[in-house]
């Protein structure tokens, strides 16, 4: 079984960091085979991309409204995956979710990925 755990969400003020955390497990989920990304969801919208990491972590996409203030990184080993988020927004303010997928190259679609977290929510006051 395959299980991802987000942590590292909270309230923090325009302008804060906060630094997001996914954690793997499952005995037969091998991280370094899959793709991970982030995404999140805002009261009333859609889920959308915010972030994904190809398997070895050489390759990042990045939705262009988070690009230059998040970060994204992986480490295979401890079977983590990381969003360094910078100079938040109120517009930030949303569920984060983790997800996981076997690509060989990196992708941006939710709908193409088949392992979820439960979600983290992060909130951005003005």
């Known amino acids: 079984q395959r299980q991802l755990v987000e942590s590292g969400g909270g309230l923090v003020q325009a302008g804060g960091s906060l630094r997001l955390s996914c954690v793997a497990s499952g005995r037969t989920f091998t991280v370094s085979d899959y793709v991970m990304g982030w995404f999140r969801q805002a009261p009333g919208k859609e889920r959308e991309f915010v972030a994904a990491l190809s398997r070895g972590g050489g390759t990042t996409s990045y939705a262009d409204s988070v690009k230059g203030r998040f970060t994204i990184s992986r480490d295979n080993a401890k079977k983590t995956v990381t969003l360094q988020m910078n100079s938040l927004k109120p517009e930030d303010t949303a569920v984060y979710y983790c997800?996981?997928?076997?690509?060989?190259?990196?992708?941006?679609?939710?709908?193409?990925?088949?392992?979820w977290g439960q979600g983290t929510q992060v909130t951005v006051s003005s």
């Open positions: 997800a996981a997928v076997i690509r060989t190259r990196v992708v941006i679609t939710a709908k193409e990925y088949n392992v």
